[in-house]
């Protein structure tokens, strides 16, 4: 019988500060892994970024180039760049004084929400907002910190898919005038059988690589934050 009694053992209840705080990071580890794609879609900018790289893809019509996998790699390093200043006071303030025992859990979570909170409602619509504050009965917040995430984050993640589909409107309308100018040259060439899909995708493909298409898309996300 194979032996597994290397594995540490957890005792939540244990009075020794070094087991405790091993214990409490390796739970906080687990709780994080579990809520991370959750945080990621709805809590940062990653959900606008996806749709308008898909946006693009299916605006240049290209089926699966650029394959599913790049597309997300792209948008989570684009996530954690435009990111990177509130993972690091999230750090800072709230993780480097848990593990250190100067924070409870509950105060670390508190400190950790604060500026996911400021991010969150700077790119949020106060209709959107109050949409989900009206709906549970919640009184207006002085501050932003008041603001529960039980409505911020919904709020938040309907605010970024309508600015997202509305860069994406913007990426669509290139592509639709080619795609209309090719099919009124070929019925007036009498090619109706001939799909005018098959012959605009490497103009699209020439138009959007000659302005540097893909530069141009990942600065506006740039800006948009």
């Known amino acids: 019988m194979i032996s597994i009694s290397f594995i540490p053992a957890l005792d939540i209840f244990s009075d020794e500060p070094q087991n405790l705080a091993a214990t ?18 709805l809590m940062t900018c990653f959900t606008r970024i996806i749709i ?6 299916t605006g240049l019509a290209t089926q699966q180039m650029p394959p599913n996998q790049v597309l997300i790699a ?6 954690f760049f435009i990111m990177s200043p509130i ?8 993780l480097q004084p848990l593990f250190n ?12 929400t604060i500026p996911f909170r400021y991010f969150m409602a700077e790119h949020t619509r106060e209709k959107d907002l109050a949409l989900f504050m009206g709906y549970a009965g919640m009184e207006r917040p002085e501050t932003i910190e008041d603001i529960p995430l039980s409505a911020l984050v919904p709020a938040f993640a309907i605010s970024e898919l309508k600015t997202a589909f509305q860069i994406g409107f913007m990426i669509f309308v290139p592509f639709l005038v080619i795609d209309m100018v090719v099919a009124s040259v ?22 959007f690589v000659m302005v540097d298409g893909w530069y141009l898309v990942v600065r506006s996300l740039l800006l948009s934050f």
């Open 24 to 41: 409490i990071q390796l739970l906080l580890l687990m709780t994080v892994l579990t809520l991370a794609p959750s945080i990621l879609i």
């Open 52 to 57: 308008v790289l898909s946006f693009v893809r």
């Open 74 to 79: 792209l948008a989570l390093f684009i996530t």
């Open 87 to 94: 993972l690091s006071e999230v750090n800072e303030t709230a």
């Open 101 to 112: 025992d100067e924070l409870t859990q509950e105060e670390a979570f508190e400190r950790a």
């Open 186 to 207: 070929l019925m007036s060439m009498g090619m109706m059988m001939l799909p005018p899909v098959m012959i605009a995708l490497p103009f699209k493909i020439l138009l």
